[in-house]
C-alpha cells in the first residue's frame, strides 16, 4: 500500500453535484478527495484484506450464535431486556443479511486489524461502490492510470446478487432513511438501485412517516403496508423507540435484521477476543468493567485471557462505547495517560469496552482505515477514509483506491 498524489478530473464536482452526490464536501471541508489516491497489489488485497475480512464475518456469526445462547453475555450487549426473544428469533430464523463495513488498521506489511464493524447502517456506500468506480474508469481513459488498473470494487453487483437471493422477483422493498440527510439518502438510493437491477420493487420512504395500520402492521406516508423494510435506522435505537413493541407482530421482513444488533456492536470485539485469542486480525479487548482496576495497577483482572495481554493493554489501549459513531467518546490511552480525547462527547454514558491502540499509519499527515464491504457473508469491495486525527472522526475524507501489479 502507497499514497500516490495525482490530477483531479477537471470538472467532477459538477459531475457529483448532477449525480446526486451533493456531499462531496461537507462543513467547508472536502469530504470526496482524489487529490491523490491509495495504490495496492492485487495479491495484497486478497491476502492482506478479503480473505481477512471474510474469516472475520464468519467469526462474528460463530460469536452471534454463542451470545443468543447465552443471558451473561446478552446483558453485556446494552440491548433491553424486553427484546432479546426478538433478537435471538431472528437468528434462530436464519434472517438474511445483506450487507455490513469492517473498519480495519492496515499499514502496508503486517495483517490488517478489525478495530470495529458497522454491520447494520453502515454508510459511504455510494461512494465506495460507485463514485470510486467512475472515478477509476476516467482516470485510466484520461492516461492518469494505467490501462491495465483495477479496482477492489465488486460491492454494487455482489448487492444485486444479494438482493435477487434473498427475495423473491417483484418483492416490494420500502428503503427508509432520515429525510434532509444527503449520506443517509444516498446509501439508501444506492442500495434500492441494486434491488431494482435484481428485479424487486423499491419504494424510498422517510422514516418519520413510517405508521401503524389498525392491523398493526407498518405503513408508510401513503398508507401503504410495508412488507419488507430496509431500515438505516441503527438498532440500538430502534429497540428503545416505541415502535419496538409491534416488529415481531407487524409481518415485516426487517434488513438488516435483528441479530445485527449483536454485530453491530463493539460489545462484540471482547467476544470475538474470548472465541479466538491472538487472532492474527483481531486486537485484545475485553469489557472495561473487567479489566479498568487492572489497567490502573489498583487491582487485579479475572478476565479471561487478561493476563497474557497486560502488558500490551497498558502500554496502548483505546476506550470505546458499545454505541457511537464516527468516533464520539472515543479515548486512547498511552502508558495510564489519556493522549487523545474525542471532542464529541455524546456516548459517555454508554457501557465501554478496552481495545489495544493500533496506530494507524501516517502518509502525507493523514490516517488511513480500510472499509471492507461485506456482502452476504463475503467481502466484495472497500473503500478508504482517512483523517488528520488518531481518532476518525466525522470530517474524515474519503480517498479513491486502485490495484496496480
Not at 268 to 276: K, R
Request: a negative charge.
Amino acid at each position: 500500500m502507497r499514497k500516490l498524489a495525482l490530477p483531479e478530473r477537471p470538472g467532477w464536482r459538477s459531475e457529483a453535484e448532477r449525480l446526486g452526490f451533493t456531499f462531496a464536501d461537507m462543513h467547508g471541508e472536502p469530504y470526496w478527495d482524489e487529490t491523490s489516491a491509495y495504490e495496492f497489489s492485487l495479491a495484497e488485497v486478497e491476502s492482506r484484506i478479503e480473505d481477512p475480512a471474510t474469516d472475520l464475518h464468519a467469526l462474528c456469526r460463530e460469536a452471534v450464535g454463542r451470545i443468543v445462547t447465552d443471558e451473561s453475555l446478552m446483558s453485556r450487549m446494552g440491548l433491553p431486556r424486553a427484546h432479546w426473544d426478538l433478537v435471538a428469533d431472528s437468528w434462530d430464523a436464519a434472517q438474511p443479511e445483506v450487507y455490513g463495513r469492517m473498519d480495519l488498521a492496515y499499514d502496508g506489511s503486517g495483517p490488517a486489524k478489525l478495530l470495529e464493524y458497522n454491520a447494520d447502517t453502515p454508510t459511504s456506500l455510494y461512494e465506495s461502490a460507485s463514485f470510486q468506480w467512475l472515478w477509476l474508469e476516467q482516470q485510466i481513459a484520461a492516461g492518469v492510470l494505467h490501462s491495465g488498473d483495477d479496482q477492489f470494487n465488486g460491492i454494487h453487483e455482489a448487492l444485486v446478487e444479494r438482493w435477487g437471493a434473498i427475495l423473491p422477483a417483484d418483492t416490494d422493498v420500502h428503503f427508509a432513511a432520515m429525510k434532509d440527510t444527503p449520506e443517509d439518502y444516498a446509501t439508501v438510493e444506492a442500495m434500492a438501485w441494486a434491488a431494482r437491477e435484481a428485479g424487486l420493487g423499491a419504494h424510498y420512504t422517510d422514516l418519520e412517516s413510517i405508521g401503524l395500520s389498525d392491523r398493526g402492521q407498518f405503513t408508510d406516508a401513503e398508507d401503504r403496508v410495508i412488507g419488507t423494510l430496509f431500515k438505516l435506522y441503527p438498532w440500538e435505537d430502534l429497540l428503545r423507540d416505541p415502535f419496538a413493541d409491534h416488529i415481531a407482530g407487524a409481518q415485516v421482513q426487517m434488513i438488516e435484521p435483528a441479530w445485527k444488533a449483536l454485530v453491530s456492536n463493539k460489545a462484540i470485539l471482547p467476544v470475538l477476543w474470548q472465541i479466538a485469542p491472538g487472532h492474527p486480525n483481531l486486537l485484545p479487548a475485553f469489557f472495561l468493567d473487567d479489566v479498568a482496576e487492572a489497567l490502573t495497577g489498583r487491582g487485579v483482572s479475572v478476565a479471561p485471557g487478561f493476563a497474557d495481554v497486560a502488558d500490551r493493554l497498558k502500554r496502548g489501549h483505546v476506550v470505546k462505547p458499545i454505541f457511537s459513531r464516527e468516533g464520539a467518546s472515543v479515548q486512547i490511552i498511552e502508558n495510564g495517560t489519556p493522549t487523545e480525547t474525542a471532542p464529541n462527547r455524546d456516548y459517555d454514558d454508554q457501557p465501554m469496552i478496552v481495545q489495544e491502540y493500533a496506530p494507524l499509519p501516517v502518509m502525507d499527515g493523514f490516517r488511513p482505515i480500510i472499509g471492507a464491504w461485506i456482502v452476504g457473508e463475503t467481502c466484495a469491495g472497500m473503500g478508504i477514509r482517512e483523517d488528520a486525527s488518531r481518532i476518525t472522526q466525522d470530517l474524515s475524507r474519503f480517498k479513491p483506491h486502485f490495484i496496480r501489479d
